[in-house]
């Protein structure tokens, strides 16, 4: 039983670490306008909880849809994408929505 829990905690740590890191690639990569860049898919549900919630907190952002040109694809493959919604928040990256992370990581992207 401690070897399951023990092996859960290390899966989770290292899945939070996989989800939330520092990145060579930044949003400034992407947009010199905006802090935020936000790669999405249009039947991505989560996408649109993502920027749902960007809009309730008034983030400006920039949004690509990586299925609107082979551009846009290649954009988002060359920032590591694997899956939707891929979030920057300037030099932080995120795979994935978790209400917490975006909150924590809104609160620290400067005005």
């Known amino acids: 039983m ?3 829990v023990l092996v859960s905690a290390l ?3 290292a899945a939070s670490a996989l989800l939330y890191s520092n990145s060579k690639v930044s949003a400034a990569d992407f947009s010199e306008d905006h802090r ?6 249009p039947w991505c549900g989560y996408c649109d909880r993502a920027r749902a919630h960007l809009n309730e907190r008034q983030v400006g952002f920039l949004e690509i849809d ?8 290649q954009l988002w493959r060359d920032a590591g994408g694997r899956g939707v919604p891929l979030a ?3 030099s932080q990256r995120i795979a994935g929505y978790s209400r917490e992370s ?3 990581l809104m609160d620290s992207v400067s005005d």
């Open 2 to 4: 401690r070897l399951i």
């Open 11 to 13: 899966v989770t740590v």
């Open 36 to 41: 935020v860049v936000l790669f999405t898919a």
């Open 66 to 73: 990586v299925e609107s040109s082979a551009e846009a694809q």
């Open 88 to 90: 920057f928040f300037e």
């Open 102 to 104: 975006y909150d924590r």
